[in-house]
């Protein structure tokens, strides 16, 4: 899955239409393209800025990876604080996020869940709702990756040591690390292909052709968010 920007005709809890419109933007922005929890930390901070002209409402909540997933129905090792808050214009607000029952996940690999920020924009004024209008609340949603202490490897190295080979015909990389490896695309053949996060110790297919031998270039984003690349050659 990637992070992507989601619009819901909504009320706090309930969606009653979901689409993705490309032309809205969010005035409330989260500080970082992802969020990395150590295991040996009491809790991780997030960082919300609302960068518009009017006060919203926002509702945070954590997920498993199952965008369509209601809150109140979701269960994770993790408490979310405030789970929902207003936000003033050129204000911002922290999250907190602390694990509750980590000791529950692999301590041998990373695990993955996703930080969701919704937010909710107040109604306009009595002009304008005497108008036709629409009010949209935009949903955000970033990568939270739950790191054990003492992996063995550097998760900045990790993408580089991916192993690249043809299965069924089909280019195929395999994760041999303990960190999740997020691949953005791959450039095959002069072909640029959409490819996803590949798991640790797993194997993820991009759908494209490739043969043995074949010089790939394939760009992951980073614990930072800055997007790198390597060239490979498949096996």
Known sequence: MKEKHTAYYSFLCTFILFFTCASVNASVVIDGTRVIYPSDVREVTVKLSNNGKRPVLVQSWIDMGNPDDVPDKITTPFVLTPPVNRVDAGKGQTLRIRGTNT????????SVYWLNVLEIPAKPGEAAQQQNYLQLALRTRIKLFYRPVGLQG???KAPEELIWKVKSGKLSAYNPTSYNVSLSQVIVNGKTIPADMVSPKGEATINVSANPGT?????WVNDYGATNSGDFIVN
Do not use: G, V
């Open 103 to 110: 000791s529950t996940l692999r301590q041998d690999r990373e």
């Open 154 to 156: 550097n998760p900045m």
């Open 215 to 219: 010089k790939i270039t394939a760009f």
